[in-house]
């Protein structure tokens, strides 16, 4: 395909999800511009890699070069960049602006794009579950939503936001069925998170990069699509009923990042979660300030129910627990289920594992130096999982209690015993959420 002699030039500041999606659905196929690069925060080891020419287009030959995020400014003067996007997640809205600062400083527009150019449409009824922040129990919602949908003899497609870190090329389009698949796509910590509960249940989970190949494929075999959402992001898919969990545990964070006051407002419900751990004033707190920010959208409440397999065996022993990672990186969380439930089974001590720390994982401490006494389950590449083995056989502990929801000890060797935490939604008070989707369905003929 020829070029146009004067394009646009963009940089598409990301973290390996967004960015792709944004310039695949927006620039991939327009001539007008030139996306000269992708910017990499939030997950290691992204930087260095280029986007691969067969998924950037044919107007890329040699595809994209991806850059560390502090390489902007002098990226934006060498190649005199006329545009930068910001496309990632769950950033506090005045680190959006001093990022917007850097750019305008170097003359560059400073770009948002929203749901209008980069949601997909898909051919059969879409419920999205997304969130305020990172870690409010988006996954045990869609999984149970899931359950609920199939228990009205529904097919359900479940379809994640994307965690594309090892080869882009293969991770183009996803279909995952079994544990199986997910070796077979050598499936980071962070992936296997998310994918292994809605596995156990009997869901098919799709992801990746390219997401109108992965809807079109999903939507002709479910009569359902559920958009299970990562970080605060906004669904990919334009959502028929939109589903937005805000978290009483952070009752400030409503209106505070990006972009989760976006998805609040655009919330056709809103679930405000975790009422069995959160104090009745925090949970009024948030209730009204997504009332104030979201008038229109009807209000309900749910449980995050936490169950420790065992639990008995730790009483009074030394634990160390190792928690969901991204809940407590990006998600800003100092602890999480595990640090709970280790207190609820009365552990005699919960070892700090940040004194054990090999390099790779010190290395997230001083990233996120909020993280308390917790092991947050960091494995995007090989070398960072041999790091969480090594941090947590170091450890003094006579058990580790272990939050993150996949199977941790079937991908590396633990010296100690394992128990695991399981997490799950429940609903609490009218209205119920139950009722509302059932509402729906009818309304949509699907029931």
């Given at each position: 395909m020829a070029k146009k002699e004067f394009r646009k030039r963009i940089a598409i500041m990301g973290a390996a999800g967004r960015d792709f999606h944004n310039f695949n659905i927006v620039?991939?196929?327009d001539d007008d511009y030139e996306v000269v690069a992708f910017t990499a925060a939030q997950i290691p080891d992204i930087a260095g890699r280029r986007y691969p020419p067969a998924l950037a287009g044919p107007l890329y030959p040699d595809g994209i070069p991806i850059v560390e995020e502090s390489e902007l400014p002098d990226l934006c003067r060498a190649r005199r960049i006329d545009q930068v996007v910001f496309a990632y997640s769950d950033?506090?809205?005045v680190e959006v602006m001093h990022k917007g600062s850097i750019v305008l400083a170097s003359g560059a527009d400073f770009v948002l794009l929203g749901p209008n150019r980069t949601m997909l449409t898909a051919k059969v009824p879409v419920i999205a579950c997304c969130a305020v922040r990172t870690g409010c129990g988006k996954s045990p919602t869609t999984q149970w939503l899931s359950h609920l949908l199939k228990r009205h003899g529904l097919r359900v497609a479940v379809i994640r936001h994307p965690m594309p870190y090892g080869d882009l090329e293969r991770q183009a389009v996803q279909r995952?069925?079994?544990r199986e698949d997910l070796a077979d796509a050598d499936c980071t910590i962070e992936e296997r998170e998310e994918y292994e509960p809605h596995l156990q249940l009997g869901n098919i989970v799709y992801a990746g990069i390219d997401y109108a190949k992965i809807v079109a494929l999903a939507e002709n075999e479910a009569d359902v699509i559920l958009w299970d959402g990562g970080n605060n992001d906004f669904s990919f898919i334009r959502p028929d009923l939109h589903i937005v969990l805000v978290d009483p545990l952070r009752p400030d964070d409503e209106d505070t990042h990006h972009p989760g006051e976006a998805v609040l407002r655009m919330a056709d419900i809103v679930l405000v979660n975790k009422v069995n751990s959160a104090s009745e004033a925090n949970i009024q707190s948030a209730t009204e300030a997504a009332r104030r920010i979201n008038p229109t959208a009807t209000i309900v409440r749910g449980a995050s129910l936490v169950q420790l397999h065992n639990g008995e065996s730790v009483r009074g022993k030394r634990v160390l627990v190792v928690e969901d990672g991204p809940t407590i990186t990006h998600g800003g969380m100092p602890y999480?289920?595990?640090y709970v439930a280790a207190i609820q089974a009365q552990a005699g001590e919960i070892v700090d594992p940040r004194r054990h720390a090999a390099d790779k994982i010190a290395e997230v401490y001083r990233t996120y130096p909020h993280i308390g006494k917790v092991l947050p389950a960091m494995g995007y590449h090989?070398?960072?999982l041999h790091a969480l083995q090594e941090t947590?056989?170091?450890?003094?502990?006579?058990a580790v209690i272990v939050a993150t929801p996949c199977d941790l000890a079937s991908l590396i060797e633990i010296d100690k015993p394992v128990l695991r935490v399981d997490y799950r939604f429940a609903e609490v008070g009218e209205p119920a959420l139950s009722s509302l989707i059932e509402s729906?369905?009818?309304?949509r003929n699907l029931r």
């Open positions: 620039y991939r196929d950033i506090l809205h995952f069925a079994t999480g289920a595990g090989a070398e960072q947590i056989n170091r450890a003094d502990a006579d729906f369905l009818t309304e």
